[in-house]
């Protein structure tokens, strides 16, 4: 279980800091891939950098606490803070009617609570 827990964490926090991207490629460029990308037409590059600043402090908050073993209660209060995100990102995408760009969002929201519910229950860095 332990093992797992790492796994989905490292997973999150790869997917996070890839996810930053936003901060530094203009959004217009991102909205050009694809369908899946012209989410980012609807904020403003300010409020785009500021999600991928959360993003990339999250990415930190769900393995450095623990690997340094500071405050590693950090983590999964991390993983509820990444659900919550992911939340946020599947409520946009129904808004936008974006119905199969939603599920990656949905598979990186059941594991940010699985995470969660790990890292405070069974596998908890605390006892």
Known sequence: MNL?????????????LVSTSKMVVPREKIA???HAGEWVLDFSPGALRAIGALEL??????ILPAVLDIAPVLVPVTAVCVALLFVGAA??????????????DLIYLALAVFLAWGRFGPESFTG
């Open 4 to 16: 797992a827990l790492w796994i989905v964490a490292g997973l999150l926090a790869a997917v996070l």
């Open 91 to 104: 409520t946009m995408r129904l808004r936008r009617g974006e119905k199969v760009t939603i599920v990656p």
């Open 32 to 34: 050009a891939v694809g």
């Open 57 to 62: 402090l999250a990415a930190v908050g769900l």
